[in-house]
């Protein structure tokens, strides 16, 4: 599994990046921007992400920003709904509106710092399961 990690503040992109090294392949950046242009080349290059970690209040753009640019980088280049990286927000405060929007954006889910292996755990299991659900879904639908 592929996972990008966009986190501006140094110690939890580390410990993000020590936890998700437990599923995957990890890459970490700091700045949005950074992270729209990763995921694009990684598209363009045939090896897309699965998962996308990302910080809800980054330096240089929001992370609703970056969230809106991935979802609309992936329906540009067409890519298939069950292909589509799967997004986790993440943030310091427990904040209604923001997780109303980030869900509303189609996030796939919504951490508060701080995080654990076991809280990663069950929020990639959560997808998993909503994943699986999706796949089951569309083998139904395209009959």
């Known amino acids: 599994m592929r996972i990008l990690i966009v986190e ?10 020590f936890i998700m090294n437990n ?25 897309p992400y699965d998962i996308i970690t990302l910080d809800i209040n980054l330096d240089d ?23 589509r990286a799967k997004i986790i927000m993440v943030t310091s405060r427990e904040d209604e509106v923001a997780m109303a929007t980030s869900k509303s954006a189609q996030c796939d889910a919504y951490i508060v710092k701080p995080f654990t292996l076991s ?16 796949l089951s879904y569309y083998d139904v639908t395209n009959r």
């Open 8 to 17: 501006d503040e140094k110690v939890s992109s580390q410990k993000m990046q």
């Open 23 to 47: 599923f995957g392949e990890c890459c970490a950046v700091a700045r949005g921007a950074d992270a729209i242009e990763t995921f694009s080349d990684a598209c363009k290059n045939k090896v």
């Open 61 to 83: 753009m929001s992370g609703l920003s970056v969230l809106q640019s991935i979802k609309a980088t992936e329906e540009q280049m067409k890519i298939p709904q069950t292909k």
């Open 119 to 134: 809280t990663m755990a069950a929020c990639l299991e959560k997808i998993w399961a909503d994943y699986t659900k999706m």
